[in-house]
């Protein structure tokens, strides 16, 4: 069974969706795009192909859906440069180069319409609903974020830079002490290694960092100066011609939760919340940037000031994730009338003719 590797390449933001698909697909010489609506059997052919190609011993990546705890929006078979992805809203995607490197799945061939025209205010009305819940969840997400910029204004009056720079300093003298095989063409990617969903945060640190062999998990407060010590790091990796994963913060796009560098087998994680991690490993160390580059008595002096702002801040993050919720559940239902219009046989074939015509390429 070929290694599979699990990640998001859109989130559920304080900036609405936020994309990085087109980095996700970037490099590949074959890429299956497939339309069709709710329910056509996109995230079921994604599984059947990725599963597929892993038991014969390739490593693939599953990229999840963050509006759905249960659904994959693409798959991506690095060795073989080919992937198929989930492009309709909000993750839309159209070729680049049709024919050449891009084909056009058209899922709703096998969909009876006049089935769906029977509902169609239904239809309307649900497809509205649930652009409106993912409008509302987004405009809670925004607000919980002006909450945290207030929160980090509070600690960073504590904030210790010139600690906090040492610390760095320290870290990349360790780091960069070992010697890694550098590539050619080293490569630098972005993703997201968690998601806001309608369960709550979901992260995987843990089948992101299986093969790194030290994990350097950073603790702290908001604005601790966690996410400019990561791209701090990452640059020196990248100025060493060394290839870099970057994994952002699915919250806040603009921030840095996770730097991978695979040649050094190391990785770089915030352990705090939303997505606490624990060390688990021998080789685990933490590296706590409050005790080291702040001055604690500030959660004394300010006591009323964070828990009052923190409180606020979890408020409207519980709320953006019920207007999540809602928006799932308003999916599902639209996800029943499409499934009834479908034919799902064909699609079967065609998941079946995509995995042989994939497993060919294996050399």
């Given at each position: 069974?070929?290694?599979?590797?699990?990640?998001?390449?859109?989130?559920?933001s304080?900036?609405?969706?936020?994309?990085?698909?087109e980095?996700?697909?970037q490099?590949?010489e074959?890429?299956?795009?497939?339309?069709?609506?709710?329910?056509?059997?996109?995230?079921?052919?994604?599984?059947?192909?990725?599963?597929?190609?892993?038991?014969?011993?390739e490593?693939?990546?599953?990229?999840?859906?963050?509006?759905d705890?249960?659904?994959?929006?693409?798959?991506?078979?690095?060795?073989?440069?080919?992937?198929?992805?989930?492009g309709?809203?909000p993750?839309?995607?159209?070729?680049?180069y049709?024919?050449?490197i891009?084909?056009?799945?058209?899922?709703?061939d096998?969909?009876?319409?006049?089935?769906?025209?029977?509902?169609?205010?239904?239809?309307?009305?649900l497809?509205?609903k649930?652009?409106?819940?993912f409008?509302?969840a987004?405009?809670?997400?925004?607000e919980?974020?002006?909450?945290?910029d207030d929160?980090?204004?509070?600690?960073?009056?504590a904030?210790?830079?010139?600690?906090?720079?040492?610390?760095?300093?320290?870290?990349?003298?360790?780091i960069?002490?070992?010697?890694?095989?550098?590539?050619q063409?080293?490569?630098?990617?972005h993703?997201?290694?968690g998601a806001?969903?309608?369960?709550?945060?979901?992260?995987?640190?843990?089948?992101l960092?299986?093969?790194?062999?030290?994990r350097?998990?950073?603790?702290?407060?908001?604005?601790?100066?966690?996410?400019?010590?990561?791209?701090?790091?990452?640059?020196?990796?990248?100025?060493?011609?060394y290839?870099?994963e970057?994994?952002?913060?699915?919250?806040?796009?603009?921030?840095?939760?996770?730097?991978i560098i695979?040649?050094?087998?190391?990785?770089?994680?915030?352990g705090?919340?939303?997505?606490?991690f624990?060390?688990?490993?021998?080789?685990?160390?933490?590296?706590?940037?409050?005790?080291?580059?702040?001055?604690?008595?500030?959660?004394e002096?300010?006591?009323?000031?964070?828990?009052?702002t923190?409180?606020s801040y979890?408020?409207w993050?519980?709320?953006g994730?019920?207007?999540?919720?809602?928006?799932?559940?308003?999916?599902?239902?639209?996800?029943?009338?499409y499934?009834q219009?479908?034919n799902?046989?064909p699609?079967?074939?065609?998941?079946?003719?995509?995995a042989?015509?994939?497993?060919?390429?294996?050399?």
């Amino acid at each position: 069974m070929g290694n599979i590797k699990n990640y998001y390449a859109g989130s559920n933001s304080s900036l609405g969706f936020y994309s990085l698909y087109e980095e996700a697909v970037q490099g590949l010489e074959q890429l299956y795009i497939l339309k069709g609506g709710p329910g056509t059997g996109k995230s079921t052919l994604i599984r059947h192909v990725g599963n597929a190609v892993a038991e014969k011993g390739e490593s693939i990546e599953f990229l999840h859906c963050s509006s759905d705890n249960g659904s994959l929006d693409g798959v991506i078979i690095p060795s073989l440069k080919v992937g198929i992805v989930d492009g309709t809203a909000p993750h839309m995607m159209d070729p680049k180069y049709p024919g050449v490197i891009d084909d056009i799945v058209h899922l709703g061939d096998f969909r009876d319409d006049t089935k769906l025209e029977e509902h169609r205010e239904d239809i309307v009305a649900l497809t509205d609903k649930n652009k409106d819940a993912f409008s509302k969840a987004y405009a809670a997400f925004a607000e919980a974020r002006n909450v945290h910029d207030d929160l980090e204004a509070i600690y960073l009056t504590a904030m210790d830079f010139q600690k906090a720079d040492q610390v760095a300093e320290e870290l990349i003298r360790e780091i960069f002490s070992k010697t890694g095989e550098v590539e050619q063409v080293p490569a630098i990617k972005h993703r997201f290694f968690g998601a806001a969903t309608p369960k709550g945060p979901v992260h995987f640190y843990g089948n992101l960092t299986e093969d790194v062999s030290k994990r350097y998990i950073l603790k702290g407060r908001a604005g601790s100066g966690k996410s400019s010590m990561m791209k701090r790091i990452g640059k020196h990796a990248e100025n060493k011609a060394y290839g870099v994963e970057y994994y952002y913060c699915a919250f806040d796009p603009e921030s840095v939760d996770m730097v991978i560098i695979p040649a050094l087998q190391i990785a770089i994680l915030d352990g705090t919340d939303p997505h606490p991690f624990k060390p688990s490993r021998e080789n685990d160390e933490v590296v706590d940037m409050f005790l080291r580059c702040m001055d604690p008595s500030i959660e004394e002096q300010k006591a009323d000031a964070i828990r009052e702002t923190d409180t606020s801040y979890k408020n409207w993050m519980k709320q953006g994730t019920h207007y999540l919720r809602e928006a799932k559940k308003v999916h599902d239902e639209l996800e029943k009338y499409y499934g009834q219009a479908m034919n799902f046989q064909p699609i079967n074939r065609k998941a079946q003719e995509l995995a042989t015509e994939i497993i060919n390429l294996i050399k």
